[in-house]
């Protein structure tokens, strides 16, 4: 299966149960995958994939069909928050229109994924036979070349979308199981809603006539009459499917680059940095190489070979990690270590810049400042060279006065420009208290600096109550 499959296990272990079972569950299953580590695009065994489940239901103490559809609810999440909900929503107006139209978008989808990637099957079909059509059932059909193996996953899948998207709930009455022994050749579910008047989002939709009057003048009222509708149009099948793919190769793109730092076979595994990582992400996502092609579509990146990998000389020359370097990062040397990443793999990065101005004068001045729990903001910044070089800290007379007697105190502002207010304050006695690591994790990931402001305001003296007499 591919990696997809593995990568939603992680998650949806990490955000029920927690890191520590998640460790238990890899070790029972012997998976050597560090942490976040599973690359959506790679192929693995399907071997694999079943050793995960199967350790998830010995330490968690459910079935492997509960693992299963615990699942297949989360996944519809994750794929979600994986930049795909825009392309579920358009799939289909009910849920039979949905599932029949899911397979288009596999067949589009499939292009950008590597070979060896074989879709499962479905398709859905109104139920006629009841009397009147009173329950407007639906059949849902479903082939897999695993045969049964997943059938508990796709039926959370089903019942999630159904939730989401249709707001529903609905019973899956199963009517046969795929077994190739006896020539069952599919999975088979009749399908009805939980609540009988909301029948009409598995196949068609709601309308109601409006109001009539009758030859003799007498106000009839309309009755609701529910249609059968039709798919998704053409036209948006090839929009669905356009940002489909689009989304597809932006994830292909984050896995080439993401990989480039878990092999040490490539040559970019020592020469990128995070914010290289991040700026060569971004460029790929709207950019090709210079052959015209994406970065996946040359480089094979489900091939463990080493000539498969890029090469530094492989990129064009805006893409090399030195121009990188100097166009977009001023030429500043990694403070926080040095290539490649280091024993844990954790990613080097270069310290944001932080600026420190002077409130009352404008005086402001620009430093690099590593993230690290031993630095304290008072010896990192505030007693930083620069600042008295710059005459940062020097206020007018008449301030230094008050602030000598204390009549004024001196606090630094963390400045958020977008929200025009600030993140946090710190008083001047908190400085030496306070690391840069705790600094940087108040403030939100971003290339843009850091601004720091000194601000002197009036002391405020708290006086005892007076007694009354």
Known sequence: ?????????????LSKFGQNIWHEIK????CQVEDGGFLRYKYYPDSDTIALVVAASEVTGLSVDEVLHAFGDYFIDYVQDNGYSNVLECLGSNLRDWLSNLNSLHDHLQASYPKGFVAPVFWSEDDNAEAGDADGA?????????GPLLVPLVVGCIKKLSKVYFDIDIEMEQLQLQDDDTGIN????????????????????????RH??????????????????????VSNYYRTFREGGTQASNLRVEEFVKR????????????????HFVYLVDYWKTNKISNGLWCYETWEIHDEKNDSWAKLEDLPPKLNPATIHEDHFGGKTPQTGAYPPDENHKLQSFPPKIVVLNDITGKSTTLTVAKDPSLTLQNAIY?????????????PPEWEEKLQTQDFHLKIVIWNDEIDDAYHIFSQEELPTISTW?????????????KLYLQCDERVIAEDDEEDI
């Open 212 to 233: 009539r009057k009758d030859s003799g003048g007498d106000s009839i009222s309309g009755e609701d009459e529910t249609i059968s509708t039709e798919s998704t149009t």
């Open 138 to 146: 639906i059949f849902v059909h479903y082939f897999s070349q695993r």
């Open 383 to 395: 007693d930083h060279p620069a600042l008295d070089d710059h005459q940062i800290k020097l206020f």
């Open 186 to 209: 599919h999975t088979s579910w009749r399908v009805t809603t939980v609540n009988p008047n909301e029948a009409y989002k598995l196949r068609g939709r709601k309308l109601r006539h």
């Open 27 to 30: 070790s029972k299953a012997n």
């Open 260 to 275: 480039s730092f878990r092999n040490p076979n490539c040559e970019l595994y020592y020469a990128l940095t995070k914010e």
């Open 438 to 450: 705790q600094l940087y994790e108040l403030v939100p990931k971003t290339f843009d600096p850091i």
């Open 1 to 13: 299966m591919f990696g997809w499959i593995n990568d939603c296990t992680e998650c949806l272990v």
